[in-house]
């Protein structure tokens, strides 16, 4: 199998778009290394150019298809969702893939 590249955009609601809200989000996300089975690589990019219409990004990479649909169930990756991540997103966009 084929390692799957899993990667979201979020904008953040306005009231929530400063430093404080994104160290939480990139704190709670790049947390889960070594806790979740088949998780790689996590990162996520809070500082961004004038040019970007999104204010944060997830960049992570694991081992298989498996292995992100069981991520995203984990209790431990939901419990950082549903705390530091949704309650201050406006949009989410994501793009998962596998190269070739």
Same mark, same amino acid.
């Given at each position: 199998? $084929?390692?799957?590249?899993? #990667?979201?955009?979020?904008?953040?609601?306005?009231?929530?778009?400063?430093?404080?809200?994104?160290?939480?989000? $990139?704190?709670?996300?790049?947390?889960?290394?070594?806790?979740?089975?088949?998780?790689?690589? #996590? $990162?996520?990019? !809070?500082?961004?150019?004038? !040019?970007?219409?999104a204010?944060?990004?997830?960049?992570?990479v694991?081992?298989?298809?498996?292995?992100?649909?069981?991520? &995203?169930?984990?209790?431990?990756?939901?419990?950082? &969702?549903?705390? $530091?991540?949704?309650?201050? !997103?406006?949009?989410?966009?994501?793009?998962?893939?596998?190269? #070739?």
């Amino acid at each position: 199998m $084929k390692m799957v590249k899993h #990667i979201i955009l979020w904008k953040l609601k306005d009231e929530y778009n400063n430093d404080i809200t994104k160290d939480g989000i $990139k704190v709670g996300l790049e947390g889960l290394m070594g806790k979740i089975p088949g998780l790689l690589e #996590i $990162k996520v990019q !809070t500082e961004k150019l004038k !040019t970007s219409n999104a204010d944060v990004m997830l960049y992570s990479v694991f081992e298989n298809e498996e292995a992100l649909k069981e991520y &995203a169930i984990n209790p431990i990756h939901v419990k950082v &969702a549903n705390e $530091k991540v949704r309650p201050f !997103t406006e949009t989410r966009l994501c793009m998962d893939f596998s190269e #070739i």
